[in-house]
């Protein structure tokens, strides 16, 4: 797949006239609990020719499915490196989980190891601790709260978020992308533990996770969690974005060879 995958690419780049300059695997795959059918879905960052930025028209800076249809299970986007630089200043989840995809398709020049470095100095928990928990929440809701019954595998997707957030209060930095990575480094109770264990094996394991009642245990535990967490966040630390380093890995990095030119 890995083939494909780096040959849709080298057609993005000739189509769009950009270069990928960091390419990996997102979502289901990347987190370690895809099904024998979830789609591989490849995310990346790209630059255009410093001269397409000084321009009147300006150009999208995502390529999405709408440019690149979703064919054969392979779904791609990317993000133009300035939003990609914009997000990081934000400490923007979705760009953590790309820039430590365990797998990583592409990597050209130094500027994604930069942007990790950069995380490393100035990662906002504040920042990053909304978007889990909006998310749990959110899929708490939809997903399980006062339903009669549940689809088994959306605890898997209140429990990430929830871990994830979880693991910014008590660690302090940026959460693991792999799911039982995130579960293994958490202090959680034996029980609940076996739960979330349980849901992971059978749904790497292409067990059906169709519809069945509710497991206490766990709405126990996402109930008591997201108001612990939700207390927390108010006052949890926040950093401020460092933007003479940041503008630093887009001339240097990003844009060094151009501009020298």
């Known amino acids: 797949m890995k083939e494909a995958i780096l040959e849709k690419i080298k057609e993005i780049e000739k189509r769009f006239n950009v270069t ?9 795959r990347a987190w370690g609990f895809a099904s024998k059918d979830s789609d591989w ?29 979703i064919e054969k299970d392979l779904d791609f986007g990317g993000w133009d490196i300035f939003k990609a630089m914009d997000l990081l200043a934000k ?14 398709y592409l990597e050209k020049g130094i500027a994604a190891e930069s942007m990790r470095k950069y995380v490393a100095n100035h990662y906002s928990n504040r920042a990053s601790a909304y978007h889990y928990l909006h998310m749990a929440e959110g899929n708490f809701k939809i997903y399980i709260k006062d339903k009669p ?19 910014i209060k008590s660690k302090d930095s940026t959460p693991p ?3 039982m990575d995130v579960a293994n480094g958490l202090k959680l109770d034996s029980g609940v533990y076996s ?25 126990s535990f996402i109930t008591e969690k997201l108001e612990d967490l939700s207390k927390w966040i108010v006052n949890s630390p926040v950093k401020k ?3 003479t380093e940041l503008d630093r890995i887009l001339r240097e990095d990003v844009f060094g060879k151009e501009l020298k030119n």
């Open 20 to 28: 990928v300059i960091y390419a990996v695997e997102s979502g289901s």
């Open 149 to 167: 019954e549940v689809l088994r595998k959306k605890y898997l997707y209140v429990l990430r978020p929830l871990l994830c957030l979880d693991w």
């Open 41 to 69: 879905d490849c995310r990346f960052i790209f630059k255009r020719p410093l001269a397409d930025y000084i321009s009147v028209k300006k150009k999208r800076d995502v390529i999405d499915a709408d440019d690149v249809p």
């Open 195 to 219: 739960a979330i264990n349980k849901l992971f094996e059978e749904k790497i394991s292409g067990q059906e996770l169709g519809m069945g009642p509710h497991d206490s245990a766990l709405d």
């Open 241 to 243: 974005p460092d933007y």
């Open 177 to 179: 992308v792999k799911f």
């Open 91 to 104: 400490s923007n989840p979705p760009l953590m989980e790309w820039l430590f995809s365990p797998i990583v």
